[in-house]
């Protein structure tokens, strides 16, 4: 559920209509909700009341600083996965004791930085980067906590591209190798073993992959008991999927009560990375119609939004459902078009072969659930500045990022004096 909708024949975000965010913006932009954020991330905290937790928002996801400020005043820490993210939690005010850092490839000064924050813990994806995490952490005189990734090889029947707990994927260290593993870990001096940890995909839109990988891991758990190492935290990771089209994922509290009778038991904490399912169907993109163009075998509708600004449809092949901004031209006539951006390159679009109402050069649409995985993965390909993100609250236009200028695009560039 979400807070954009038609009143008085115009799309609103909240109590505001989103043309009026557009006058002040301009086109493209991002639009978030307040009160949907808000609902989101209480309802998967509400959901796991019952069993200890922590919530840690996969702010690959969205990582404007207002976003993570808001998820950290509800109570919410963050899942990292560089340098960059730290830096971005830790000034939004994200208390370290609520940071995990995951990701394959952390280099020795992201370790030492997480480090000195004294966040909770390293999700670790492989032996040697285990050892890479107990060298800066002896250097620094300190003790490292982990949680070892496990790729418990659980098909989570989801895009190949965001399929990440099969055997075959990068990520974890594969189950059978787990406790062996484990073992290595608690005989390292600055290592302390406090967690398992996997993440099996994203856009999920079933529990029984979570629940099987969560009996693959309880196993483990129960072997490592019996080898003296107690785990205190299991990390289920993030991935439950939201509506884009005509999907029906299981709600936040599915999950909890699948979970529930599996480690009611334990003496655990459990630590949840969910990112798109709070923040995906919360922000939409706006975009303004500029020219149609018949082809000899297609019909175009031409954007000022492009792939650089929303690379999911281009790039997974990914559905954006397409509103336009006045409810009355969802009425006309349907044709079958193609909705593309300016960008050079014919793998630019936000919609293929899609049935939309005629649309008129110069109205506006909203690209919706795009609040996830569409900012942050936003470039200046095409030297086109990246745009602008508003938040809406209590019929109040915030703007969290302004739009790049030209002057931005060049920002950290020389020309060297033997050109000059
Ligand atoms: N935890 C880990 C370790 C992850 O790798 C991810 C996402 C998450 C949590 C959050 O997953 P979520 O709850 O958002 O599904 N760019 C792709 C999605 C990539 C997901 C990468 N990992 C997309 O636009 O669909």
Same mark, same amino acid.
């Given at each position: 559920?979400?807070d954009f909708?038609?009143?008085?024949?115009?799309l609103?975000?909240?109590?505001?209509?989103?043309?009026?965010i557009?006058?002040?913006?301009?086109?493209?932009c991002y639009v978030?909700?307040?009160?949907?954020l808000? %609902?989101?991330?209480?309802?998967y905290d509400? #959901?796991?009341?019952?069993i200890?937790?922590?919530i840690?928002?996969?702010?690959?996801a969205?990582?404007?600083?207002?976003?993570l400020?808001?998820?950290?005043?509800?109570?919410?820490?963050?899942?990292?996965?560089?340098?960059g993210?730290?830096?971005?939690?830790?000034?939004?005010g994200v208390p370290?004791?609520?940071?995990?850092f995951?990701?394959?490839?952390?280099? !020795?000064?992201e370790?030492?930085d997480a480090?000195?924050?004294?966040?909770?813990?390293?999700?670790?994806?492989?032996p040697a980067?285990?050892?890479?995490?107990?060298?800066?952490?002896?250097s620094?005189?300190?003790?490292?906590?982990? #949680?070892?990734?496990?790729n418990?090889? =659980? /098909?989570?029947?989801?895009?190949?591209?965001?399929?990440?707990?099969?055997?075959?994927?990068?990520?974890?260290?594969?189950?059978?190798? #787990?406790l062996?593993?484990?073992?290595?870990?608690?005989?390292?001096?600055?290592?302390?073993?406090?967690?398992?940890?996997?993440?099996?995909?994203?856009?999920?839109t079933?529990?029984t992959p979570?629940?099987?990988a969560?009996?693959?891991?309880?196993?483990?758990?129960?072997a490592?008991?019996?080898d003296?190492?107690?785990?205190?935290?299991?990390? =289920?990771?993030?991935?439950?999927?939201?509506?884009?089209?005509?999907?029906? !994922?299981?709600?936040?509290?599915?999950?909890?009560? #699948?979970?529930?009778?599996?480690?009611? /038991?334990?003496?655990?904490?459990?630590v949840?990375e !969910?990112? %798109?399912?709070?923040?995906?169907?919360?922000g939409?993109?706006?975009?303004?119609?500029?020219?149609?163009?018949?082809?000899?075998?297609?019909?175009?509708?031409?954007?000022?939004?492009?792939?650089?600004d929303?690379?999911r449809?281009?790039?997974y092949g990914a559905y954006?459902?397409? %509103?336009?901004l006045?409810?009355e031209a969802?009425? %006309? !006539?349907?044709?079958?078009? /193609?909705?593309?951006?300016?960008?050079?390159?014919?793998g630019d679009?936000?919609?293929?072969?899609?049935?939309?109402?005629?649309v008129?050069?110069?109205?506006?649409?909203a690209?919706?659930s795009?609040?996830?995985y569409?900012?942050?993965?936003?470039?200046n390909?095409?030297?086109r *500045?990246?745009?602008p993100e508003?938040?809406?609250k209590?019929?109040?236009?915030?703007?969290?990022?302004a739009?790049?200028?030209?002057?931005?695009l060049?920002?950290?560039?020389t =020309? *060297?004096?033997?050109?000059?």
């Open positions: 559920m979400h909708h038609y009143r008085d024949g115009e609103y975000c909240e109590q505001v209509p989103v043309s009026r557009v006058k002040e913006l301009g086109t493209p978030y909700s307040h009160a949907t808000v %609902r989101h991330i209480r309802a509400g #959901a796991f009341r019952n200890p937790h922590i840690a928002f996969a702010m690959k969205n990582s404007n600083l207002a976003i400020r808001l998820m950290a005043k509800e109570g919410s820490g963050v899942d990292i996965v560089s340098g993210e730290l830096f971005r939690a830790l000034k939004a370290p004791s609520k940071i995990v995951a990701g394959v490839g952390k280099n !020795p000064d370790i030492r480090l000195k924050a004294d966040i909770l813990m390293f999700n670790v994806e492989s980067e285990l050892q890479a995490i107990n060298d800066v952490a002896a620094l005189g300190l003790k490292a906590r982990v #949680a070892l990734r496990i418990p090889d =659980i /098909d989570p029947k989801t895009h190949p591209y965001i399929s990440t707990g099969l055997k075959k994927s990068k990520f974890g260290i594969a189950a059978d190798r #787990a062996e593993e484990f073992k290595i870990a608690s005989t390292l001096r600055h290592i302390e073993v406090v967690g398992v940890h996997k993440h099996i995909g994203s856009q999920l079933e529990v979570f629940v099987e969560m009996k693959k891991i309880l196993k483990l758990v129960e490592l008991k019996q003296g190492i107690d785990i205190r935290y299991i990390n =289920i990771g993030g991935g439950l999927g939201i509506t884009y089209a005509d999907e029906t !994922p299981p709600q936040p509290q599915d999950l909890a009560d #699948a979970m529930f009778p599996l480690v009611r /038991d334990l003496k655990v904490t459990l949840m !969910p990112g %798109r399912v709070i923040v995906g169907n919360a939409i993109l706006v975009t303004k119609a500029l020219y149609l163009k018949e082809g000899e075998s297609k019909r175009f509708v031409i954007v000022d939004a492009a792939m650089n929303l690379i449809p281009s790039l954006h459902e397409i %509103r336009p006045k409810e969802g009425h %006309r !006539p349907k044709h079958q078009v /193609d909705v593309v951006g300016p960008v050079c390159e014919s679009f936000l919609a293929k072969d899609r049935p939309l109402p005629d008129k050069p110069g109205e506006l649409l690209v919706m795009a609040g996830a569409g900012f942050v993965m936003s470039s390909y095409n030297s *500045p990246r745009v508003a938040l809406v209590d019929g109040e236009v915030h703007v969290i990022r739009r790049e200028t030209y002057e931005d060049v920002r950290g560039e =020309i *060297p004096a033997f050109l000059s």
